[in-house]
């Protein structure tokens, strides 16, 4: 019996994706999410908009597993705001806290879990990109993130705090497949990009225009259905896909699977760790286990 646990399980193509892995022999799925929402997937709560939830998620889960070992963590929970004005009740912006902290702490508390072997998914974004999309980050300042100064109105700093919530999830993929738990034990780690996909609610928070100029974008640049993106990251997730030696980024292009290079802040070590220690700090934990 293979254990999968996953974020992002309720809607969206994390939803198809969910079904995929819940349909599959042999196979144990454990969803962390806000609501249950009828399902039969077996589902623990779950809101990534407080660290205190997440560690009590954590301690629910260990329990539940009775020692089993998780085969399969997906994180890919994510969630984008008109604006950079949203703050956690831990008092950092949402969009940072919610896809970046909040994932970052679960990866930190559950590696003991995690069996030899197993297989990471973080879903990621090609926004990570300056050289994709004009709003890519350039730079990457952890604390800036965590605690805009800016008045956090207009559509912009919103985007943009998204791009670089993306490219912290990059980093953090890369941090942890160089980490000794995951090099000792064989683990494989990947970065999912499902490219820009139709059909689901990450972009309910954006302004009309936004939404308006969104359709035209989505005629003129290629777009992934829910089924294409949720069967990519369910099979990534289960091991049917396994990404080609040395890489890690796995980005959807015409409903395929492909393993481009990232940005080239993606591949900065010192961004990467600068990330991973001022992430420790802020989720109250120490740099290494
Ligand atoms: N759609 C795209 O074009 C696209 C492109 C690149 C990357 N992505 C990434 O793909 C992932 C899935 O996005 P999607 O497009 O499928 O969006 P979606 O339909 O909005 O689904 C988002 C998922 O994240 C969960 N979630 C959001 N906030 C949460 C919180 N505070 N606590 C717990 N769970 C939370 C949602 O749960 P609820 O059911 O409770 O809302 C839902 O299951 C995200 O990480 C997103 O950044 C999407």
Redesign the pocket.
């Known amino acids: 019996m293979k254990t999968v646990v996953m974020?992002?399980?309720?809607?969206?193509?994390?939803?198809v994706a969910a079904k995929r892995i819940f349909d599959t022999p042999d196979t144990r799925l454990i969803l962390?999410?806000?609501?249950h929402?009828n399902s039969l997937i077996e589902t623990l709560p779950?809101?990534?908009?407080r660290l205190s939830n997440v560690r009590s998620f954590v301690q629910s889960l260990t329990k539940k597993l009775d020692g089993a070992k998780i085969d399969s963590l997906i994180m890919?929970?994510?969630?984008?705001f008109g604006n950079t004005r949203h703050r956690t009740g831990d008092g950092f912006e949402s969009t940072f806290a919610?896809?970046h902290l909040a994932h970052y702490l679960m990866l930190r508390m559950l590696t003991p879990s995690l069996a030899k072997n197993a297989t990471i998914v973080i879903?990621?974004?090609?926004?990570h990109d300056p050289t994709v999309v004009p709003f890519g980050p350039k730079e990457l300042n952890p604390e800036a993130l965590a605690h805009p100064k800016d008045k956090g109105k207009g559509f912009m700093p919103g985007i943009k705090a998204?791009a670089s919530s993306?490219l912290s999830n990059l980093l953090t993929a890369r941090a942890f497949g160089a980490s000794p738990d995951a090099q000792t034990n064989g683990m494989r780690v990947i970065a999912y990009?499902?490219?820009?996909?139709?059909g689901?609610?990450?972009f309910?928070a954006w302004p009309w225009w936004a939404k308006l100029m969104m359709g035209v974008a989505s005629k003129l640049r290629s777009v992934n259905t829910?089924e294409q993106?949720g069967y990519a990251i369910a099979d990534l997730g289960l091991g049917t896909i396994v990404p080609p030696s040395g890489r890690l980024y796995a980005s959807l292009v015409k409903g395929k699977l492909t393993w481009p290079d990232t940005s080239e802040l993606a591949q900065s070590d010192t961004a990467m760790r600068g990330l991973w220690v001022e992430s420790a700090q802020m989720v109250g934990l120490p740099e290494e286990a």
């Open positions: 974020t992002g399980g309720t809607a969206g193509f994390g939803a962390g999410a806000r609501d929402k779950l809101d990534l908009s890919n929970a994510g969630a984008q919610i896809n879903t990621t974004s090609d926004v998204y993306k990009n499902p490219g820009l996909t139709s689901t609610a990450l309910r829910v993106a």
